[in-house]
């Protein structure tokens, strides 16, 4: 073998084991393939995010705290105020005390209504639960009589 066909060997593999070639970009795991043909198969547009997931380098077990993270970022208004909308802030500490406490009475009325929604539950399970005794006291007291005759 001669030395220019060992070189081109040895610079083929090295081809093949550098991070410089066609498709080497991305995070290219079994896991994150499978998941983004699954995702082409139920639903192409997620497909489509999951080919961009893995492109840019990301794990797919990652997606889900990434999304739950952005999503609560929006329901806090954080992802508002990150694109450049200016949230209204007051800089009166006694407004902001009233805020809170309003916040607050506001909490407590929520876990007051959950209370009684659960008290109402048990309570119509209670009554559920006599008046099928009680129609079963009856039955058994009516077979009784007919075994009686």
């Given at each position: 073998m001669t030395s220019s066909s060992s070189t081109a060997a040895n610079d083929s593999r090295q081809y093949r084991h550098s991070?410089?070639?066609?498709?080497t970009k991305g995070n290219w795991s079994g896991l994150n393939i499978a998941a983004m043909i699954i995702g082409?198969?139920?639903f192409w547009p997620a497909g489509l995010f999951l080919l961009y997931w893995n492109i840019?380098?990301?794990?797919?077990?990652?997606?889900?705290?990434?999304i739950q993270e952005k999503w609560s970022a929006m329901l806090n208004g954080s992802f508002c105020r990150s694109r450049g909308h200016?949230?209204?802030?007051?800089?009166?500490?006694?407004?902001e005390e009233f805020q809170q406490t309003q916040y607050d009475r506001i909490t407590e009325i929520k876990?007051?209504?959950?209370?009684?929604?659960?008290?109402?539950?048990d309570f119509r399970?209670?009554?559920?639960?006599?008046?099928?005794?009680?129609e079963f006291k009856e039955f058994m007291s009516s077979?009784?009589?007919k075994q009686d005759e």
């Open positions: 991070r410089h070639g066609c498709c082409f198969v139920l840019s380098g990301r794990d797919v077990r990652d997606l889900p705290g990434t200016k949230a209204p802030v007051s800089e009166n500490s006694v407004f876990e007051e209504i959950k209370n009684r929604a659960r008290n109402f539950r399970s209670a009554a559920k639960r006599r008046a099928d005794e009680s077979d009784r009589s």
